[in-house]
């Protein structure tokens, strides 16, 4: 799966740069698109009633907590899947405000005034109509219909735990079809997962979110930065950043118009970037609907190449830049399949300032399961003749273009004081394990402490001096073949991070396992070489570059 789990294949937000219509062609021969929704009016942000607003959720105990159990396990699951009627019919004909609230605005189903009226008494329906979040049915004094979602969203990070709500447009569930072009996001899996990825601010002066969407990354970047531009080319995704963050009363979030960089000033410089970019592949032909919340309008994974060689420029020295993205594998003039990592290799050597680099590649899909995740993501239900006839535009556009897979990851760029170098990561790590801003934060300051010791033998010396030990999520794990004493295969297991798994010999295996922060490295190393009645010399050069992998992958810590 892209990401972490099966919730990663939800969709991206906020189109950052415009399409280029020269670059459309038809779609020959085929029948013509289903029709595209339109979006509701735009939302309209007023603090006074926006204060009201969150009072009234605050009274009713709406939060994901309170919901989950009122509707129970299975329909909130039901929810991510996008199926709404199991919280319905668990919901039944509940009047109280947490039910009123959570079939309007979680579910969007339409609900008698009366019961909504009560049920925000400081907003009223009159506050509700005027932040544009709800319309009358024809007959006024009848029903309220949702024009947006609100839904709670839990969070946990370096400053404890906490829950947002957040305002979107109505989802395909509540739409029951497809989304509008212009449609904007609420809070999918990549969001949360580019959220659990932030690094902890450290009280950062000033951060950027690069597309912004409905403004959660904002929301979470705020938490550790005084001050946070958001950017987004849609106005309607501005509007619900700035409603969303006056209903949460996060204040300092500041939104600009604009596609990609266009909306900083020159030499604008920020010490966190974040961006969920619109990086999803979308052919350039007609009929093909170009989602702002996804699709960045240019041809196959260039959006994600102007990110990535844009964004140095606008880091202080010492920033840090953390994106999600995609990258193509193709076809080479040879024959030989282009790796995908080494497209983002490219792009950061081409940025105009230098950058240490960490790109994680989660998961490759091939071009068929690429096209079925994301015309499903629009609402388009298989089996149907517009389901076929999307699937075949992403095909031959895949196919014109050499493209034989698409992996999905993360991308953490920093710019170092110096023009100096010192990080060039990139790696496949698969499994579901989730990580943290704080782990990666662990890892980086890991490498800056290795790059500190120098390298060569004066490295080699400085490290073996070091006294380490091993981290408390670390396991090891043995396998024998049946009748033998001696293990064939020793792996050690992280429980946490990323959680990865690494193949380990016995002289390793003893000193990871003899890291509890008392003796140095290069005593441990000279024990175990007369134990294995080997040249500790040759054992140390052997055993250092690894454990400074171990060091920075979090197996191993410094211990002090």
Same mark, same amino acid.
């Given at each position: 799966?892209?990401?972490?789990?099966?919730?990663?294949?939800?969709?991206?937000?906020?189109?950052?740069?415009?399409?280029?219509?020269?670059?459309?062609?038809?779609?020959?021969?085929?029948?013509?698109?289903?029709?595209?929704?339109?979006?509701?009016?735009?939302?309209?942000?007023?603090?006074?009633?926006?204060?009201?607003?969150?009072?009234?959720?605050?009274?009713?105990?709406?939060?994901?907590?309170?919901?989950?159990?009122?509707?129970?396990?299975?329909?909130?699951?039901?929810?991510?899947?996008?199926?709404?009627?199991?919280?319905?019919?668990?919901?039944?004909?509940?009047?109280?405000?947490?039910?009123?609230?959570?079939?309007?605005?979680?579910?969007?189903?339409? %609900?008698?005034?009366?019961? *909504? $009226?009560?049920?925000?008494?400081? =907003?009223?329906?009159? !506050?509700? /109509? &005027?932040? #544009?979040? @709800?319309?009358?049915?024809?007959?006024?004094?009848?029903?309220?219909?949702?024009?947006?979602?609100?839904?709670?969203?839990?969070?946990?990070?370096?400053?404890? %735990?906490?829950?947002?709500? *957040? $305002?979107?447009?109505?989802?395909? =569930?509540?739409?029951? !079809?497809? /989304? &509008?072009? #212009?449609? @904007?996001?609420?809070?999918?899996?990549?969001?949360?997962?580019?959220?659990?990825?932030?690094?902890?601010?450290?009280?950062?002066?000033?951060?950027?979110?690069?597309?912004?969407?409905?403004?959660?990354?904002?929301?979470?970047?705020?938490?550790?930065?005084?001050?946070?531009? &958001?950017?987004?080319?849609?106005?309607?995704?501005?509007?619900?950043?700035?409603?969303?963050?006056?209903?949460?009363?996060?204040?300092?979030?500041?939104?600009?118009?604009?596609?990609?960089?266009?909306?900083?000033?020159?030499?604008?410089?920020?010490?966190?970037?974040?961006?969920?970019?619109?990086?999803?592949?979308?052919?350039?032909?007609?009929?093909?609907?170009?989602?702002?919340?996804?699709?960045?309008?240019?041809?196959?994974?260039?959006?994600?190449?102007?990110?990535?060689?844009?964004?140095?420029?606008?880091?202080?020295?010492?920033?840090?830049?953390?994106?999600?993205?995609?990258?193509?594998?193709?076809?080479?003039?040879?024959?030989?399949?282009?790796?995908?990592?080494?497209?983002?290799?490219?792009?950061?050597?081409?940025?105009?300032?230098?950058?240490?680099?960490?790109?994680?590649?989660?998961?490759?899909?091939?071009?068929?399961?690429?096209?079925?995740?994301?015309?499903?993501?629009?609402?388009?239900?298989?089996?149907?003749?517009?389901?076929?006839?999307?699937?075949?535009?992403?095909?031959?556009?895949?196919?014109?273009?050499?493209?034989?897979?698409?992996?999905?990851?993360?991308?953490?760029?920093?710019?170092?004081?110096?023009?100096?170098?010192?990080?060039?990561?990139?790696?496949?790590?698969?499994?579901?394990?989730?990580?943290?801003?704080?782990?990666?934060?662990?890892?980086?300051?890991?490498?800056?402490?290795?790059?500190?010791?120098?390298?060569?033998?004066?490295?080699?010396?400085?490290?073996?001096?070091?006294?380490?030990?091993?981290?408390?999520?670390?396991?090891?794990?043995?396998?024998?073949?049946?009748?033998?004493?001696?293990?064939?295969?020793?792996?050690?297991?992280?429980?946490?991070?990323?959680?990865?798994?690494?193949?380990?010999?016995?002289?390793?295996?003893?000193?990871?396992?003899?890291?509890?922060?008392?003796?140095?490295?290069?005593?441990?190393?000279?024990?175990?070489?007369?134990?294995?009645?080997?040249?500790?010399?040759?054992?140390?050069?052997?055993?250092?570059?690894?454990?400074?992998?171990?060091?920075?992958?979090?197996?191993?810590?410094?211990?002090?």
């Amino acid at each position: 799966m892209p990401f972490r789990a099966a919730a990663d294949r939800l969709p991206r937000r906020g189109r950052i740069t415009r399409p280029d219509p020269d670059r459309a062609i038809g779609l020959n021969g085929q029948m013509p698109p289903a029709p595209r929704p339109t979006v509701a009016p735009l939302p309209e942000p007023d603090p006074v009633r926006c204060r009201a607003l969150a009072d009234d959720l605050r009274a009713a105990d709406f939060t994901s907590e309170a919901l989950r159990a009122a509707w129970g396990p299975v329909a909130d699951t039901a929810i991510a899947r996008g199926l709404r009627g199991p919280a319905r019919a668990a919901l039944g004909d509940r009047a109280d405000p947490l039910a009123v609230l959570g079939r309007l605005f979680v579910l969007g189903v339409t %609900e008698p005034a009366g019961p *909504v $009226a009560e049920s925000v008494p400081h =907003a009223g329906i009159e !506050g509700l /109509l &005027a932040l #544009g979040l @709800v319309e009358r049915t024809a007959d006024p004094d009848a029903a309220v219909r949702p024009l947006a979602i609100i839904r709670p969203q839990s969070f946990v990070d370096e400053q404890g %735990e906490g829950e947002w709500q *957040v $305002a979107s447009d109505l989802d395909e =569930a509540a739409l029951a !079809g497809p /989304l &509008a072009e #212009g449609h @904007v996001l609420g809070v999918g899996g990549a969001s949360q997962t580019l959220a659990r990825l932030q690094l902890p601010g450290g009280g950062a002066d000033r951060g950027l979110d690069l597309g912004t969407g409905c403004g959660i990354q904002a929301l979470r970047l705020r938490r550790g930065v005084r001050r946070v531009v &958001a950017t987004d080319i849609s106005e309607r995704a501005l509007r619900f950043t700035r409603l969303n963050a006056l209903l949460n009363g996060v204040d300092d979030i500041h939104t600009r118009h604009g596609s990609l960089f266009d909306p900083l000033e020159p030499g604008e410089k920020f010490d966190r970037i974040v961006s969920n970019p619109p990086f999803v592949i979308t052919p350039r032909v007609d009929g093909v609907p170009a989602y702002e919340y996804r699709d960045g309008g240019l041809v196959g994974d260039a959006l994600v190449a102007e990110v990535v060689t844009g964004l140095g420029v606008h880091l202080a020295p010492g920033g840090v830049a953390q994106l999600l993205g995609n990258w193509e594998y193709r076809e080479g003039a040879d024959g030989a399949e282009e790796d995908g990592l080494d497209r983002v290799r490219s792009w950061v050597a081409d940025a105009p300032v230098a950058l240490d680099a960490w790109v994680i590649e989660r998961e490759r899909l091939d071009p068929l399961a690429y096209a079925e995740l994301w015309i499903r993501d629009g609402g388009t239900a298989p089996g149907t003749p517009e389901y076929a006839r999307l699937i075949e535009a992403w095909l031959d556009d895949f196919a014109r273009r050499g493209v034989t897979g698409v992996g999905f990851g993360y991308i953490l760029l920093h710019r170092p004081p110096s023009w100096r170098v010192t990080l060039e990561r990139y790696e496949r790590v698969r499994g579901t394990a989730e990580a943290t801003g704080a782990d990666l934060a662990a890892s980086l300051a890991a490498h800056a402490r290795l790059v500190s010791l120098g390298e060569g033998p004066a490295g080699h010396a400085a490290l073996a001096a070091s006294v380490l030990r091993v981290a408390p999520d670390v396991t090891e794990a043995r396998h024998h073949r049946p009748g033998e004493e001696a293990p064939t295969v020793i792996e050690l297991h992280q429980g946490g991070a990323f959680g990865r798994v690494v193949a380990v010999d016995p002289a390793l295996a003893a000193l990871v396992g003899a890291s509890d922060g008392d003796l140095a490295v290069g005593p441990l190393v000279d024990a175990i070489a007369q134990l294995l009645e080997v040249d500790p010399e040759a054992l140390r050069a052997d055993l250092l570059p690894r454990v400074r992998e171990l060091l920075f992958t979090g197996f191993l810590l410094f211990a002090d």
